[in-house]
């Protein structure tokens, strides 16, 4: 059974520091989506990632996939308050139409 | 251009009772996924529909189950409902017509779901 496991679990930062988020999955799949998540709401998507060394960026956050390795990282840049939110990644195992998400990064940006 | 809308926005209900989510599809969207999220958790895969029929089902009892309707939106069923059932509810859509390379998901706001 596909499991995807993220860390760290909680993130506490500063601003203007960078740091990684690591997402392992358990087999074999070209496709990695990250979400980001605020209290309360619904997901919303940042990256979609479908291929191997596939990298992508947006703002201070880039991501990307290593698909032999089975692994895909969520990098911060000179984080601000605006990024504290929970992150999560899901994983589409081939043929099986349906996301396996991991376990969540709660970050907190501190001021 | 609509997204995922999901209705209603909050659900309180008693140990025991059946209760029914709504869900419309983002415009051109045919596939629809739904997913349980406890309160500090991840999502967890309940079932996708893709041309009114159930494609794929996660680890869940048949307490739930779900319809697609012509028009692609989409209900969710939990019968016997238990306190466990307490959680958010999302919907996501995606289009099943593609090769499926992408298969991005988008999620509506979800339903709050609390058991008594």
């Known amino acids: 059974e596909l499991k995807v496991e993220q860390n760290p679990l909680f993130l506490s930062m500063q601003e203007g520091k960078n740091y990684t988020i690591y997402c392992n999955y358990s087999?074999?799949?070209?496709?990695l989506y990250w979400y980001r998540q605020d209290p309360g709401k619904s997901l919303e998507s940042l990256f979609v990632?479908?291929?191997?060394?596939a990298v992508k960026q947006e703002g201070r956050l880039m991501a990307s996939l290593d698909t032999k390795a089975r692994l895909s990282t969520l990098h911060i840049t000179a984080a601000v308050h605006d990024l504290s939110a929970t992150y999560f990644c899901?994983?589409?195992?081939?043929?099986?139409?349906?996301?396996?998400f991991g376990t969540g990064t709660r970050l907190k940006v501190l001021a | 251009d609509a997204g995922v809308t999901q209705s209603p926005t909050h659900l309180i209900k008693t140990r025991g009772q059946q209760v029914t989510l709504r869900c419309s599809p983002k415009?051109?969207?045919?596939?629809v996924s739904w997913y349980q999220q406890a309160l500090g958790q991840g999502p967890q895969f309940i079932f996708q529909?893709?041309?009114?029929?159930?494609?794929q089902r996660g680890n869940f009892p048949d307490r739930f189950s779900g319809h697609q309707f012509p028009n692609y939106s989409s209900e969710l069923n939990v019968n016997a409902l238990l306190l466990g059932d307490s959680a958010l509810y999302l919907c996501?859509?995606?289009?099943?017509?593609?090769?499926?390379?992408?298969?991005?998901?988008?999620f509506g706001p979800g339903t709050r779901l609390t058991v008594l």
């Open positions: 529909y893709y041309e009114e029929e159930e494609r």
């Open positions: 415009s051109g969207h045919d596939t």
């Open positions: 087999t074999t799949s070209d496709r």
């Open positions: 996501a859509s995606s289009s099943g017509r593609t090769s499926g390379r992408d298969n991005e998901q988008f």
């Open positions: 899901a994983v589409d195992a081939s043929g099986t139409y349906k996301y396996i």
């Open positions: 990632l479908l291929s191997n060394g």
